[in-house]
C-alpha cells in the first residue's frame, strides 16, 4: 500500500510526453499520440495536465480541460503494473482538488460501457451517470457513459486544518 508521502502530483512538462505516451500506449486501445500531448501543453489554454510520480518516476497522469465552470476529463491512466492499489483513487482525488482550485463546480467523463474497473473507480468518488453517447469509441463502435460530479458538494476534500 502506498502512503501519502511516497506519492507526489505536479504539472505535466514537455519533456513528460515520451513517458506519457508509453503509459497511455498500455493503457488506450486508441491511445493519444505525442503530438497530442504536445498540443494540449502548448496551445489549449482550457487543458490542466498532471502527473503523478513516486521514486521511480511517472506512475500515472490525468488531464482535464477547464471551461467556465465545467472540468471535463479527458484522460486518466496509472501504469499497469502499478494498478490495483488506490492510486487511480488518488490520482482523481487530486485532479478534483485541482478542479476545485480552478473554480470548478462539476466535473465530467465519459467512459466506456464495458471499463467497470474505471466506473467503479468514478462512483467511489461521487460520479454518477447521466446519460449515454451510442457509438461514441470509433474503433469498435462501443457506447460511452457520461458521469457527472458536483466539485461544489464532494470535489474539494479539505484537510482539518482548512475548517479552522
Ligand atoms: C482506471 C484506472 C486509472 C484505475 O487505476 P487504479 O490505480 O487501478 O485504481 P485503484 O487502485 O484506485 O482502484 C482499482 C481497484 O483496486 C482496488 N484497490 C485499491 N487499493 C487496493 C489495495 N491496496 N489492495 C487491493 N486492491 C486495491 C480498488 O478497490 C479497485 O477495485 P475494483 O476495481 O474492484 O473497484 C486504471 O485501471 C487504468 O489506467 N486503466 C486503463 C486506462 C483507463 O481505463 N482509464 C479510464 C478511461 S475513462
Known amino acids: 500500500m502506498y502512503e501519502a508521502a511516497e506519492v507526489t502530483f505536479r504539472a505535466m512538462l514537455m519533456s513528460d ?26 496551445h489549449n489554454h482550457f487543458a490542466r495536465y498532471m502527473v503523478m510520480e513516486d521514486a ?8 482535464m480541460w477547464t471551461i467556465i465552470d465545467e472540468a471535463h476529463v479527458t484522460n486518466i491512466a496509472v501504469r499497469q503494473d502499478r494498478r490495483g492499489r488506490g492510486l487511480g483513487e488518488r490520482l482523481l482525488r487530486r485532479m478534483k482538488e485541482q478542479a476545485a482550485e480552478y473554480g470548478m463546480h462539476r466535473m465530467t467523463l465519459e467512459v466506456r460501457v464495458s471499463n467497470e474497473r474505471a466506473q467503479r473507480l468514478y462512483e467511489r468518488l461521487g460520479f454518477e451517470p447521466a446519460g449515454i453517447r451510442p457509438g461514441y469509441y470509433s474503433d469498435n463502435n462501443e457506447d460511452a457513459l457520461i458521469m457527472w460530479v458536483e466539485l461544489s458538494k464532494s470535489g474539494r476534500e479539505f484537510s482539518d486544518n482548512e475548517y479552522i
Not at 521511480?56 to 488531464?63: D, E, F, Q
Request: net charge negative.
Open 17 to 42: 510526453v515520451p513517458v506519457i505516451v508509453m503509459i497511455e500506449q498500455e493503457a488506450f486501445t486508441t491511445p493519444w499520440s505525442a503530438e497530442a500531448f504536445t498540443n494540449e501543453l502548448s
Open 56 to 63: 521511480t518516476g511517472i506512475i500515472g497522469y490525468g488531464g
